[in-house]
């Protein structure tokens, strides 16, 4: 199984760019890096997922290195509806794998 | 709207109780999953389910009993549940039920147990 560590909160202000580190040292060749949002009372929310190098999207982009034991998600120009709780997930075989973790508190200050 | 819908959204019971949580998806799925996430805690996947036969069951207690009648549908029965199965209880779906698969949640129902 590959387990996911992430940062347990972050603080950022309105405006600026966040980068939220995942550590998966033990990913397999044909596991996907998969990103969710939840806000609270509410079922998480897909932003994005990668497999290698870097992907895009309208909400976020996912920077994975060669050896992807890691990935960033970086969301540009944070604001206040931003704060959330960001997982990381990666896997490939069964779903029963997957574990959403503790997650990255995400916290906006105006 | 993520194209799963939970209801109903709010539930109160008595431990003696029986009550059913209903879960549908409008995407053409073929996998759906239940998922407890109590307070200030992870989520837990609690059951699978692929083409409409269950292919996890996370060591959960009896007193929860998942059905599902098709691919579009997801049922979970509660009964003579305890105060800690209060929690928000969340329903997903996904293309299959492979690990890679992005799953769509409901909004969920927050349970309270009495």
């Known amino acids: 199984l590959a387990k996911t560590t992430q940062p347990i909160s972050m603080d950022s202000y309105e405006g600026q760019e966040v980068n939220i580190t995942c550590s998966h040292n033990n990913i397999a060749t044909n596991d996907y890096i998969t990103w969710y949002q939840q806000f609270p009372s509410q079922g998480p929310r897909f932003i994005i997922q990668?497999?290698?190098t870097k992907v895009t999207n309208e909400v976020a982009s996912l920077f994975i290195p060669a050896d992807r034991k890691s990935s960033t998600l970086s969301l540009p120009r944070v604001s206040l509806s931003d704060t959330a709780v960001y997982y990381c997930?990666?896997?490939?075989?069964?779903?029963?794998?997957?574990?959403f973790g503790s997650g990255t508190q995400l916290t906006v200050l105006p | 709207e993520t194209g799963v819908t939970q209801t109903p959204r709010h539930l109160v019971m008595g431990m003696t109780n029986k009550k059913s949580l209903k879960c549908e998806q409008h995407?053409?799925?073929?996998?759906m999953y239940w998922y407890k996430q109590s307070a200030k805690k992870p989520l837990e996947l609690m059951f699978v389910?692929?083409?409409?036969?269950?292919?996890e069951n996370n060591s959960v207690p009896s007193r929860f009993s998942p059905e599902c009648p098709n691919s579009s549908h997801l049922f979970l029965h509660l009964h003579t549940l305890q105060p800690e199965d209060s929690a928000l209880y969340l329903c997903?779906?996904?293309?299959?039920?492979?690990?890679?698969?992005?799953?769509?949640f409901g909004a969920g129902t927050r349970l309270s147990v009495l």
């Open positions: 990668g497999y290698k």
């Open positions: 997903a779906s996904s293309q299959d039920s492979q690990g890679g698969n992005i799953q769509y």
């Open positions: 995407l053409g799925h073929n996998a």
């Open positions: 997930l990666v896997g490939s075989g069964s779903a029963r794998q997957l574990t």
């Open positions: 389910y692929s083409l409409e036969e269950r292919v």
